[in-house]
């Protein structure tokens, strides 16, 4: 797929779905850390429910570093894979206060330097917490994109490389967002909906093999 086809993509989802935007709940830097490191194979519906409850006790990283990641399991349990994710906040917040005075860094090296956040989740925070361009790839990004023409690669990585090749910068944050509410909404992992799909008129290369 060319460029140009790339941003009618674009246009055509944007179309779809003019309110597009961050579906997980937070307000501020560190709690979009949190919830984006939560999110991991859950629904940000769940991680609202849990975060609703969670941030108004520890609202930081100095008030999470108190805490035993056995303390926290429980608190994170609905949003699966509690274990290592509250292993990995409580790492991550003692590390902000040892390091960053309690404040979430702004920049991708320091933020991957940090337990459990790797590339996605740094993309998802620099987006969504200090307004960068980004186009982090989740499970949505990566299927749909692939299924459309956007990007053939294999890894996420790669996927995010070549969506930065053929997308302009300026649509990247919002390409994310729009990509994952058309994997939530209608190009869904199993039975995609293509009979009601304004892409299906010729815009979607339709690798469904993925
Ligand atoms: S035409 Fe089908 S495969 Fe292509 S984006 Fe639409 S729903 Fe997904």
């Not at 969670?54 to 990641?69: N, S, T, W």
């Not at 790669?158 to 390409?175: F, H, M, N, P, T």
Request: charged share 25%; glycine share 6%.
């Amino acid at each position: 797929m060319d460029a140009s086809r790339a941003a009618q993509v674009m246009e055509a989802l944007h179309q779809l779905y003019p309110e597009a935007k961050p579906e997980l709940h937070f307000a501020d830097p560190f709690e979009t850390l949190i919830a984006t490191i939560l999110s991991a194979q859950c629904t940000d519906k769940r991680v609202n429910m849990v975060t609703a409850r969670l941030f108004p006790q520890y609202p930081d990283a100095f008030a999470m570093a108190k805490l035993e990641p056995e303390e926290l399991e429980p608190l994170i349990r609905e949003c699966g894979l509690y274990h290592n994710k509250a292993k990995n906040i409580v790492a991550a917040s003692r590390a902000l206060v040892a390091q960053y005075d309690g404040k979430v860094p702004s920049t991708r090296k320091e933020l991957m330097a940090l337990p459990g956040v790797g590339q996605k989740t740094a993309g998802v925070v620099l987006l969504a917490a200090f307004g960068d361009d980004q186009i982090p790839v989740d499970t949505h990004v990566f299927r749909v994109s692939r299924r459309i023409g956007l990007a053939d690669g294999n890894t996420p990585e790669k996927v995010e490389e070549q969506l930065r090749a053929i997308l302009d910068r300026e649509i990247w944050s919002l390409g994310h967002h729009l990509i994952i509410w058309h994997g939530r909404r209608c190009c869904h992992a199993r039975k995609p909906e293509c009979a009601r799909c304004p892409l299906d008129g010729g815009l979607c290369e339709k690798h469904m093999e993925n």
